[in-house]
């Protein structure tokens, strides 16, 4: 295992079509992350998972998004509607997890670059 | 709602200047990790902070966190062209009810050789 996958590595799309991203996390973490993340800004914290439990969503996530992690391994993110607003960068991490009020290091994948035009 | 801020936005330095980014919290953390983010690529873990004036050094960069665990800095000593990148900080708020870490808007370092 080599580290984090993300597919597609580039998404255009055009406003009102539903997109769907895909997260390969390293296989022995038990928590993945999705952040976005624009030009010139730190990554902003979308969702998390504890295997296959979604502990969070961003009060600032619209209803059009949605992540699943079915069997704990990998995990989809979808954007139904998108909108032009909705362009970034899409940035999966995973984690071994949360022990002793000590938060493991993210390892991130290389992210899907999606524009909405 | 958690807030985490970095200055300067953008720096730039001559190889071989020193360099040092600052972080602070709208909220107590129970640490702070920091990353780098290379033109292109995506953030990589640098280090993580945990206690109350910490001080952790890696080579040429030197970490340290706060006493009171609000803020957080790294200090690059005699800057290469490899130093080039964006460096951000992460805190998980200490005592939240969550455990998502909260990226800084980061500091972006250009190294002119």
């Known amino acids: 295992d080599t580290g984090v996958s993300q597919d597609p590595r580039h998404k255009i799309t055009k406003r009102g079509q539903n997109v769907t991203f895909r997260c390969d996390p390293i296989?022995?973490?038990?928590?993945l992350y999705w952040y976005r993340q624009t030009l010139g800004q730190g990554p902003e914290f979308l969702t998390y998972?504890?295997?296959?439990?979604?502990?969070?969503k961003s009060r600032l996530l619209s209803d059009r998004f949605s992540a699943e992690r079915p069997k704990g391994s990998f995990s989809t993110l979808e954007i139904q509607r998108t909108e032009q607003g909705d362009s970034a960068m899409y940035l999966c991490?995973?984690?071994?997890?949360?022990?002793?009020?000590?938060?493991?290091?993210?390892?991130f994948g290389s992210g899907t670059q999606l524009s909405v035009l | 709602g958690q807030q985490v801020m970095q200055i300067p936005q953008y720096q730039h330095v001559q190889e071989g200047e020193d360099f040092t980014t600052y972080c602070n919290s709208s909220?107590?953390?129970?640490?702070i990790q920091w990353y780098k983010q290379r033109p292109g690529g995506h953030p990589v873990f640098l280090i993580q902070?945990?206690?109350?004036?910490e001080v952790k050094k890696q080579k040429r960069l030197t970490f340290q966190f706060g006493e009171a665990k609000k803020n957080s800095s790294l200090h690059i000593t005699a800057t290469q062209t490899t130093d080039v990148g964006t460096y951000f900080c992460?805190?998980?708020?200490?005592?939240?009810?969550?455990?998502?870490?909260?990226f800084g808007t980061g500091t972006l370092l250009a190294v002119q050789p």
């Open positions: 909220t107590t953390l129970s640490n």
């Open positions: 992460a805190g998980l708020n200490r005592g939240g009810a969550t455990n998502k870490l909260i």
């Open positions: 296989s022995e973490h038990n928590r």
């Open positions: 998972f504890q295997n296959e439990a979604q502990l969070e």
């Open positions: 902070l945990v206690k109350s004036g």
């Open positions: 991490a995973s984690s071994l997890g949360y022990f002793a009020g000590f938060q493991e290091k993210l390892f």
